[in-house]
């Protein structure tokens, strides 16, 4: 009776009455959940106790990872029990039963049985805290919002040209050179020369965890069943290495001069040694069955005319620089194997043949990820479009720095791991990955994350048949303004605008529909759709990743036919800018016009007055009212040229 007039008088005043808390708040969703009658207090005796007979056949077919994670919870009578076949079973359960407790603003859970395991074995973040040190106490807090959402990995990107972040005996300069740098942000490192600093000299910002620092993450990371794979960047991503052990550089094609790429040689025995030093002081550390070599994004120039990885192609038959990087990350497959671990790396670890023990990170695409488990290696997504936090989640134009993309909370739910996939046995997982070039701060560390992980979380968790964003959206706003109460950055789901407007609106003018010739091509990177694009009345979104916004990699110069000469009040074109990916706006922009599409004259020429930034996308109609009439208009807009030539990128041509 007392629980109707509180609803009844909640519904009244017009406000949510709900009931006590209960499992519909979890994330991620359980895989089932049945409310009994009754509630009880949040401060009920929890037990672990003996997995019943029932309990046992229940998860006796799960595959073996989901049956070690599997728990049964249940909630009455004054108290709770968990029952699971593993610690980690247990533990999973008791976060659940956690989660539930912390959520009941009332004081009440609702009596219920929760019975759960995961969909994947794999369901992790990587941080990347060498563009940007973090502490390790600002890790240790991050493991224990993770381990609430019953993730299980953290994958620390520990090296990267812009610091060395783990202290490795043998090699002293990796810290206490290589970890500092002149400038706080790493966007004025990396316009600033790419310098390094002696620490304790002033200025030297950075830092590196300690062996001692590792250890309590570990540990840390440990009791929360959470496995932690440390990432030691090779044979790209480099550079602070080859300046702190300038003999691990190429040498030119006369063998005297260092070349500085941020390439190791690979022709150096001396790289492979001081790596499998290095990797025998981590895997002393860390008991991650996987170690994370990197792998992705190596130039391969200097390889072309180093003497020593000439030499080295020659000795055992390399056709190419894959097929040498294929090699070298071989005798890493090779020593890590017979150390009883694992190679992890990103996809480009293919290129030239993959290493047959190593385990593939599909982070350019599905496709790698997809085509790599078909040869039979286990496979670990995390596809940039679905699980790279650095991207967007909402408004550029507030959210700040950013790298560009737009990968909102929706958008990263709506990823399935398995799409594409023939045969899910050798697919592991996924991972959202944090890079931190334009995230200087904690603040904006879990600004980022946050609530994009829950996402990550429920869809490495939840079966893809029980998941609805609808549904899970009010649990990622709960979940995400609680933690803003315990001190996280949690972006503000309350705030979010969604995709740009613009996107949803047809454009009209006397342009559209007509045929777009182009003078000068746009790129097959960013065609969006082709040749009906400019004229196409649809306007792109917040990303030039969308498929509506056209890339040129050159000048603009399109010629637009109307059919029949017209009189024009208005020409211009709108497009979008944002330098911190080299997409910049015109510098000015020509308009001529003409009768029969051969001899052109001028109608305007106008000057981009606006200037495009690094910390954040820009959008700008660029035109002229003008009074002229033509049949052919063309449209010539120059690029800038700052430190190489930006891009343009266009998704109308505007004819009124
Ligand atoms: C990567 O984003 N370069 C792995
Ligand atoms: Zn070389």
Same mark, same amino acid.
């Given at each position: 009776?007392?629980?109707?007039?509180?609803?009844? %008088?909640?519904?009244?005043?017009?406000?949510?009455?709900?009931?006590?808390?209960?499992?519909?708040?979890?994330?991620?969703?359980?895989?089932?959940?049945?409310?009994?009658?009754?509630?009880?207090?949040?401060?009920?005796?929890?037990?672990?106790?003996?997995?019943?007979?029932?309990?046992?056949?229940?998860?006796?077919?799960?595959?073996?990872?989901?049956?070690?994670?599997?728990?049964?919870?249940?909630?009455?009578?004054?108290?709770?029990?968990?029952?699971?076949?593993?610690?980690?079973?247990?533990?999973?359960?008791?976060?659940?039963?956690? @989660?539930?407790?912390?959520?009941? /603003?009332?004081?009440?859970?609702?009596?219920?049985?929760?019975?759960?395991?995961?969909?994947?074995?794999?369901?992790?973040?990587?941080?990347?805290?060498?563009?940007?040190?973090?502490?390790?106490?600002?890790?240790?807090?991050?493991?224990?919002?993770?381990?609430?959402?019953?993730?299980?990995?953290? $994958?620390?990107?520990?090296?990267?040209?812009?610091?060395?972040?783990?202290?490795?005996?043998?090699?002293?300069?990796?810290?206490?050179?290589?970890?500092?740098?002149?400038?706080?942000?790493?966007?004025?490192?990396?316009?600033?020369?790419?310098? #390094?600093?002696?620490?304790?000299?002033?200025?030297?910002?950075?830092? #590196?965890?300690?062996?001692?620092?590792?250890?309590?993450?570990?540990?840390?990371? &440990?009791?929360?069943?959470?496995?932690?794979?440390?990432?030691?960047?090779?044979?790209?991503?480099?550079?602070?290495?080859?300046?702190? #052990?300038?003999?691990?550089?190429?040498?030119?094609?006369?063998?005297?001069?260092?070349?500085?790429?941020?390439?190791?040689?690979?022709?150096?025995?001396?790289?492979?040694?001081?790596?499998?030093?290095?990797?025998?002081?981590?895997?002393?550390?860390?008991?991650?069955?996987?170690?994370?070599?990197?792998?992705?994004?190596?130039?391969?120039?200097?390889?072309?005319?180093?003497?020593?990885?000439?030499?080295?192609?020659?000795?055992?038959?390399?056709?190419?620089?894959?097929?040498?990087?294929?090699?070298?990350?071989?005798?890493?497959?090779?020593?890590?194997?017979?150390?009883?671990?694992?190679?992890?790396?990103?996809?480009?670890?293919?290129?030239?043949?993959? /290493?047959?023990?190593?385990?593939?990170?599909?982070?350019?695409?599905?496709?790698?990820?997809?085509?790599?488990?078909?040869?039979?290696?286990?496979?670990?997504?995390?596809?940039?479009?679905?699980?790279?936090?650095?991207?967007?989640?909402?408004?550029?134009?507030?959210?700040?720095?950013?790298?560009?993309?737009?990968?909102?909370?929706?958008?990263? #739910?709506?990823?399935?791991?398995?799409?594409?996939? !023939?045969?899910?046995?050798?697919?592991?997982?996924?991972?959202?990955?944090?890079?931190?070039?334009?995230?200087?701060?904690?603040?904006?560390?879990?600004?980022?994350?946050?609530?994009?992980?829950? &996402?990550? &979380?429920?869809?490495?968790?939840?079966?893809?048949?029980?998941?609805?964003?609808?549904?899970?959206?009010?649990?990622?706003?709960?979940?995400? !303004?609680?933690?803003?109460?315990?001190?996280?950055?949690?972006? !503000?789901?309350?705030?979010?605008?969604?995709?740009?407007?613009?996107?949803?609106?047809?454009?009209?003018?006397? &342009?559209?529909?007509?045929?777009?010739?182009?003078?000068?091509?746009?790129?097959?990177?960013?065609?969006?759709?082709?040749?009906?694009? %400019?004229?196409?009345?649809?306007?792109?979104?917040?990303?030039?990743?969308?498929?509506?916004?056209?890339?040129?990699?050159?000048?603009?110069?399109?010629?637009?036919?109307?059919?029949?000469?017209?009189?024009?009040?208005?020409?211009?074109?709108?497009?979008?800018?944002?330098?911190?990916?080299?997409?910049?706006?015109?510098?000015?922009?020509?308009?001529?016009?003409?009768?029969?599409?051969?001899?052109?004259?001028?109608?305007?020429?106008?000057?981009?007055?606006?200037?495009?930034?690094?910390?954040?996308?820009?959008? %700008?109609?660029?035109?002229?009212?003008?009074?002229?009439?033509?049949? @052919?208009?063309?449209?010539?807009?120059?690029?800038?040229?700052?430190? $190489?030539?930006?891009?343009?990128?266009?998704?109308?041509?505007?004819?009124?």
């Amino acid at each position: 009776m007392k629980k109707f007039l509180t609803s009844f %008088l909640a519904a009244a005043l017009g406000i949510i009455a709900y009931a006590q808390t209960g499992p519909d708040v979890l994330i991620p969703k359980p895989v089932s959940a049945v409310l009994l009658s009754g509630e009880v207090g949040v401060d009920i005796p929890v037990k672990n106790v003996r997995a019943s007979g029932k309990f046992k056949k229940a998860v006796r077919d799960l595959p073996e990872y989901a049956r070690r994670e599997a728990y049964k919870l249940t909630v009455s009578g004054g108290k709770a029990t968990v029952e699971a076949l593993s610690e980690e079973g247990y533990f999973r359960g008791r976060k659940t039963l956690e @989660y539930m407790q912390l959520m009941a /603003a009332d004081g009440r859970l609702h009596s219920c049985e929760v019975f759960d395991y995961p969909r994947f074995s794999h369901r992790g973040l990587m941080f990347d805290i060498s563009r940007h040190f973090r502490s390790k106490q600002f890790i240790l807090k991050q493991l224990d919002l993770m381990s609430l959402i019953k993730m299980n990995s953290l $994958h620390i990107h520990l090296t990267d040209d812009a610091g060395w972040r783990i202290q490795i005996d043998k090699y002293p300069r990796l810290t206490g050179y290589a970890a500092w740098r002149p400038q706080e942000l790493w966007k004025d490192w990396d316009q600033g020369g790419h310098n #390094y600093a002696e620490e304790g000299s002033a200025p030297a910002f950075g830092g #590196y965890l300690t062996k001692d620092d590792i250890r309590d993450i570990l540990a840390y990371a &440990a009791e929360r069943h959470i496995n932690v794979i440390p990432e030691i960047e090779l044979p790209g991503h480099s550079l602070e290495v080859l300046k702190a #052990y300038p003999q691990l550089a190429c040498l030119d094609s006369t063998g005297t001069q260092s070349v500085f790429t941020s390439d190791l040689c690979p022709g150096s025995d001396e790289a492979l040694q001081m790596y499998k030093d290095i990797l025998d002081e981590v895997l002393e550390l860390f008991p991650s069955q996987f170690i994370h070599i990197g792998g992705d994004e190596a130039g391969k120039w200097s390889w072309r005319h180093c003497p020593r990885c000439q030499a080295r192609m020659k000795e055992h038959g390399l056709k190419d620089v894959e097929e040498l990087q294929s090699w070298f990350i071989k005798q890493f497959d090779d020593y890590l194997t017979s150390k009883g671990r694992r190679l992890l790396g990103w996809n480009e670890i293919m290129q030239g043949g993959l /290493a047959p023990g190593a385990t593939v990170m599909s982070w350019q695409g599905t496709v790698q990820g997809i085509e790599a488990a078909a040869a039979g290696h286990d496979v670990i997504m995390s596809p940039g479009n679905w699980c790279y936090l650095d991207r967007n989640q909402d408004n550029p134009l507030v959210e700040g720095e950013l790298v560009g993309g737009y990968l909102p909370l929706a958008r990263v #739910y709506d990823y399935n791991p398995a799409d594409g996939f !023939d045969d899910t046995k050798h697919l592991l997982g996924l991972q959202g990955n944090l890079w931190t070039e334009h995230v200087p701060t904690e603040e904006n560390f879990e600004y980022k994350t946050y609530p994009r992980a829950f &996402a990550l &979380a429920e869809v490495g968790w939840t079966p893809q048949e029980l998941r609805y964003f609808d549904e899970f959206r009010p649990r990622a706003v709960a979940l995400a !303004d609680y933690i803003r109460t315990k001190g996280y950055n949690a972006f !503000d789901l309350h705030t979010e605008m969604g995709e740009r407007p613009e996107m949803s609106k047809a454009l009209d003018h006397l &342009a559209r529909g007509c045929k777009v010739t182009y003078n000068l091509p746009y790129s097959n990177h960013y065609p969006a759709e082709g040749d009906e694009t %400019l004229t196409n009345g649809l306007q792109g979104g917040w990303s030039y990743v969308d498929g509506r916004w056209q890339g040129f990699l050159n000048d603009l110069d399109v010629t637009v036919d109307l059919g029949q000469k017209r009189h024009l009040g208005f020409v211009g074109a709108h497009f979008l800018a944002n330098l911190g990916v080299w997409i910049g706006f015109p510098v000015k922009m020509q308009i001529l016009g003409s009768d029969d599409g051969i001899n052109f004259v001028e109608i305007t020429q106008v000057l981009c007055q606006v200037k495009a930034s690094d910390s954040g996308a820009m959008y %700008l109609l660029l035109g002229d009212v003008v009074n002229a009439d033509a049949r @052919y208009v063309r449209f010539k807009a120059n690029r800038s040229g700052r430190l $190489h030539e930006d891009w343009l990128f266009v998704d109308e041509i505007i004819i009124k």
